[in-house]
């Protein structure tokens, strides 16, 4: 008896710590750029990760790692989260050091379906120069 709510225990540390980052996927990849205003690119060295989506009653929350890969301290930056066009979140990042990264969660108070992922829109701002990813569709499907 003792063995089995052990195990039990295990299996349920293991199903619900691994779907946390379930999503490695190269971020390269999995986001494109929509607009920017970087001629020094400088913000293209601040990674954002794939979102993950969770599920709230009457919406999405999405959890979201953005990563300073830059050399220099990077001070003064927002992000904003838009969603069709309206903006749900905006967050000032706190200063990072080079490969430190910041997690947050933004919640979304609209039914969202898989196709709505494209009605996304994550900006970057530090100053005037900006710069603005949207999720990208996969080549080989027309929807999720």
């Known amino acids: 008896m003792k063995k089995g709510i052990l195990l039990l225990a295990f299996l349920l540390a ?10 490695n996927v190269s971020c390269k990849s999995y986001f494109e ?21 969770g599920t709230l009653p009457e919406g999405k929350r999405l959890k979201i790692k953005v990563c300073n890969n830059d050399e220099k301290k ?7 989260v838009y969603y ?19 997690e947050f969660c933004v919640n979304i ?23 603005s990813y949207r999720i990208a569709q996969p080549h080989n499907k027309k929807g999720y």
């Not at 108070?109 to 710069?131: A, C, N, V």
């Open 14 to 23: 293991i199903c619900c710590g691994s779907g946390l980052y379930a999503q």
């Open 109 to 131: 108070h609209s039914k969202m379906t898989r196709k709505d992922r494209q009605e996304l829109l994550f900006k970057i701002r530090r100053g005037k120069t900006y710069i």
């Open 74 to 80: 990077l001070k003064k930056v927002f992000f904003y």
């Open 84 to 102: 069709k066009n309206k903006r749900v979140s905006k967050l000032l990042l706190p200063d990072l050091k080079k490969g430190e990264t910041y």
């Open 33 to 53: 750029v929509v607009e920017t205003n970087d001629e020094n690119h400088r913000l293209d060295e601040v990674a954002i990760y794939p979102p993950v989506f």
